[in-house]
């Protein structure tokens, strides 16, 4: 496994949660990161994206929320979601691609080289 996402859990509307992506160095080494989600019975959307150099970009529904980082040196990538919402409610996963330019597409276009396993985020109500 190249990459691997963590932290996901149940937690109460407004509250955190920080995602965790750890990824071996052919998974990091001068690649772009985003984190995708999933909710039940729709298709995988783009949340937050990161390049090797840290510029990052985010879907409408993340910005002011969530914040994407990266630690080049640890090989780890974050995600951290803060006033979630119960529509933030999916499983979510990292992804990794040497082109930031397909990584950070808001729509979501393009197949991205390498795909962690998701963890879930539950937000009730």
């Known amino acids: 496994v190249q990459l691997q996402a963590s932290g996901g859990g149940l937690v109460q509307a407004g509250g955190s949660l920080r995602l965790s992506c750890a990824a071996s160095?052919?998974?990091?080494?001068?690649?772009?990161m985003g984190w995708f989600r999933q909710a039940p019975g729709h298709r995988r959307e783009f949340v937050a994206a990161?390049?090797?150099?840290?510029?990052?970009y985010y879907a409408n529904s993340a910005k002011d929320r969530f914040t994407i980082s990266r630690d080049n040196a640890e090989l780890k990538g974050y995600l951290q979601m803060n006033s979630l919402k119960p529509e933030d409610t999916a499983v979510y996963y990292c992804?990794?691609?040497?082109?930031?330019?397909?990584?950070?597409?808001?729509?979501?276009?393009?197949?991205?080289?390498?795909w962690g396993h998701g963890t879930q985020v539950t937000v009730s109500s």
């Open positions: 992804a990794a691609d040497p082109a930031l330019w397909k990584v950070s597409d808001p729509n979501n276009t393009y197949i991205l080289r390498i």
């Open positions: 160095a052919l998974a990091f080494d001068g690649y772009a």
């Open positions: 990161i390049g090797w150099s840290g510029g990052t």
